[in-house]
């Protein structure tokens, strides 16, 4: 009989998305942070400057990450045909999920700037975003077992180690990606419409603020 602490991961990882849309409606309805009449630097602004530095770096992390590793995940279960270690993944377990919670305060920064306001929704969306990397972990080790713990061993969850010299060897001198930067970028066109989509809805509700 499954654990009650197997079910809430079930349950999670099955309904993620509609998690992270109430998330993003919570955040809707949170006052925005307006842009400023004349040309000065007001918390909207800094937080617009902070979201482009992290929505850039998710992108790149997010098509890196894509270039290693085939189909990821996004229906209701875990799959994975093969444990990969090389490229991103040879210094961090979880680049996506880093990538994700990029875009998520990056989306947050750009509706509420630099403020206080920032703060709970940063801490609820990386708490749900290492809690699906630790269900993620299990997954994996169920699957691969030994390769996974050995991998696991010297690879952190989040944040890599300094010294790259202690990172995971793949032999990625060897190994090259599976697809180009474009190849990579295209096959998460999913992920930049949405990302797309959700900062126009932002620009709208504070050109409303702004005009009402």
């Known amino acids: ?24 409606v919570a955040l809707v309805c949170a006052p925005p942070s ?34 290693f590793i085939g189909e990821h995940t996004r229906g209701y279960v875990h799959d994975a045909d093969a444990l990969v270690t090389c490229g991103p993944y040879s210094l961090v377990r979880h680049p996506l999920y880093i990538s994700n919670t990029g875009f998520a305060l990056g989306v947050a920064f750009f509706h509420l700037g630099a403020s206080l306001w920032t703060v709970p929704f940063m801490v609820v969306v990386i ?42 060897s793949c032999d990625s001198v060897h190994v090259p990606p599976q697809r180009t930067f474009w190849q990579a970028f295209f096959a998460d066109s999913s992920t930049w419409l949405w990302l797309l989509f959700c900062n126009l809805l932002l620009v709208l509700r504070k050109l409303a603020a702004f005009y009402v």
């Open 1 to 24: 009989m499954p654990s009650a602490k197997h079910a809430v991961s079930t349950f999670m990882y099955r309904f993620r998305g509609y998690i992270l849309g109430v998330i993003a």
């Open 127 to 168: 708490a749900f975003e290492v809690f699906l990397s630790q269900i993620e972990d299990r997954f994996l080790e169920q699957k691969f077992g030994d390769v996974w713990r050995a991998w696991a061993l010297k690879t952190p969850a989040v944040l890599p180690r300094l010294s790259v010299s202690r990172a995971f």
């Open 34 to 67: 307006l842009f400023p009449e004349q040309f000065c630097i007001n918390d909207c602004i800094v937080g617009v400057f902070v979201a482009s530095l992290l929505y850039v770096a998710s992108a790149l992390l997010r098509v890196r990450s894509r270039q």
